[in-house]
């Protein structure tokens, strides 16, 4: 018996197993992932809605409404890119 006929039993064996282990370690990658990708977004919506309080506060302040419009688009342009490099928007 040659050492190809007493392997190939042993890797038949092995491969469901082995199979198993790899789809299990990729469905936590893609989980580790998708908690990073909720918290960025988070984080950015959160800027967001803090430029957006900002904004309501500098309308009764004649020179803080133009640069709290600017901080707002910024910080809705960093979540429009966020989403789209994670996927969440066309």
């Known amino acids: 018996m040659t050492a190809a006929a007493r392997i190939d039993p042993i890797a038949a064996q092995l491969a469901p197993l082995i199979s198993r282990v790899l789809?299990?370690?990729?469905?936590?990658?893609?989980?580790?992932?998708?908690?990073?990708?909720?918290?960025?977004?988070?984080?950015?919506?959160?800027?967001v809605g803090s430029a957006l309080d900002a904004l309501s506060r500098a309308r009764f302040v004649a020179n803080e409404e133009a640069?709290?419009?600017?901080?707002?688009?910024?910080?809705?342009?960093?979540?429009?890119?966020?989403?789209?490099?994670?996927?969440?928007?066309?």
Do not use: F
Request: with cysteine.
């Open 23 to 47: 789809v299990e370690e990729a469905r936590k990658v893609q989980r580790a992932r998708m908690v990073d990708a909720d918290a960025e977004i988070m984080d950015a919506a959160r800027a």
């Open 67 to 90: 640069l709290a419009q600017q901080r707002l688009e910024r910080s809705c342009a960093n979540l429009k890119r966020i989403m789209k490099k994670h996927g969440r928007m066309p």
